[in-house]
């Protein structure tokens, strides 16, 4: 494992960074396999999910009638708010050079994507966008079904594949999921409180 030159890690952001380098150092270099290599750097493609959006806006829609139509909006709005406040906010006020693209670790990282974004690393707007939906989904859905959950597995390995493929740091995709999270809790609240909260239906069973 190969790590690029920081100093000592004297202060408390030093230690993190520090941190941050050799799990990116791990994940990238060391905990590798050949399947995982293939795997994926497709799993972050977003046209690969496209059947799953439309499977969620079909099945809500379809079992929720006009309320399941704002739900629609709302998760778009969420999308856009991940998108906006990490893709312009963030990354527009803190710039931090992506690991592909810097030159300390260009005889040893392994890039696995064909092109490497100039954009700010600071934070993972993957993680942002994905870790939102997964809660809006977990907290809009969970009455309906205890597997709403494996959300959050979806959103952690769409993530872990941007320190995987070479294009973010563990401490990018982190921040981006903690501010995805709250974004989708936002959002999953202000559906609730507006729409209201969705439910299974209950039966009155009549005994002899």
Same mark, same amino acid.
């Given at each position: 494992?190969?790590?690029?030159?920081?100093?000592?890690?004297?202060?408390?952001?030093?230690?993190?960074?520090?941190?941050?380098?050799? #799990?990116?150092?791990?994940?990238?270099?060391? +905990? $590798?396999?050949?399947?995982?290599?293939? =795997?994926?750097?497709?799993?972050?493609? /977003?046209?690969?999910?496209?059947?799953?959006?439309l499977f969620l806006l079909v099945f809500i829609t379809l079992n929720?009638?006009?309320?399941?139509?704002?739900?629609?909006?709302?998760?778009?709005?969420?999308?856009?708010?991940?998108?906006?406040?990490?893709?312009?906010?963030?990354?527009?006020?803190?710039?931090? #050079?992506?690991?592909?693209?810097?030159?300390? +670790? $260009?005889?040893?990282?392994?890039?696995? =994507?064909?092109?490497?974004?100039?954009? /700010?690393?600071?934070?993972?707007?993957?993680?942002?966008?994905?870790?939102?939906?997964?809660?809006?989904?977990?907290?809009?859905?969970?009455?309906?079904?205890?597997?709403?959950?494996?959300?959050?597995?979806?959103?952690?390995?769409?993530?872990?594949?941007?320190?995987?493929?070479?294009v973010h740091y563990p401490v990018d995709v982190f921040s981006g999921?903690?501010?995805?999270?709250?974004?989708?809790?936002?959002?999953?609240?202000?559906?609730?409180?507006?729409?209201?909260?969705?439910?299974?239906?209950?039966?009155?069973?009549?005994?002899?």
């Amino acid at each position: 494992m190969i790590l690029p030159e920081i100093g000592q890690p004297v202060s408390f952001l030093q230690k993190i960074l520090h941190f941050d380098y050799w #799990l990116f150092a791990k994940i990238n270099q060391e +905990w $590798i396999n050949p399947f995982f290599d293939k =795997v994926l750097p497709f799993m972050r493609e /977003s046209e690969l999910w496209i059947p799953f959006y439309l499977f969620l806006l079909v099945f809500i829609t379809l079992n929720f009638g006009r309320k399941g139509l704002w739900w629609a909006c709302f998760l778009g709005l969420t999308a856009i708010l991940g998108d906006q406040l990490s893709s312009n906010m963030m990354k527009g006020h803190i710039f931090r #050079l992506r690991p592909c693209q810097d030159p300390r +670790w $260009i005889e040893n990282i392994r890039v696995l =994507v064909k092109y490497c974004p100039v954009s /700010s690393s600071f934070t993972s707007s993957h993680a942002c966008n994905h870790f939102a939906l997964a809660t809006f989904l977990f907290l809009t859905l969970r009455a309906t079904s205890r597997w709403w959950a494996l959300a959050f597995a979806w959103a952690f390995v769409i993530s872990y594949a941007q320190v995987y493929v070479g294009v973010h740091y563990p401490v990018d995709v982190f921040s981006g999921a903690l501010l995805g999270c709250g974004i989708g809790y936002v959002t999953s609240r202000l559906f609730t409180r507006l729409i209201g909260p969705f439910s299974l239906p209950t039966y009155n069973h009549v005994h002899a």
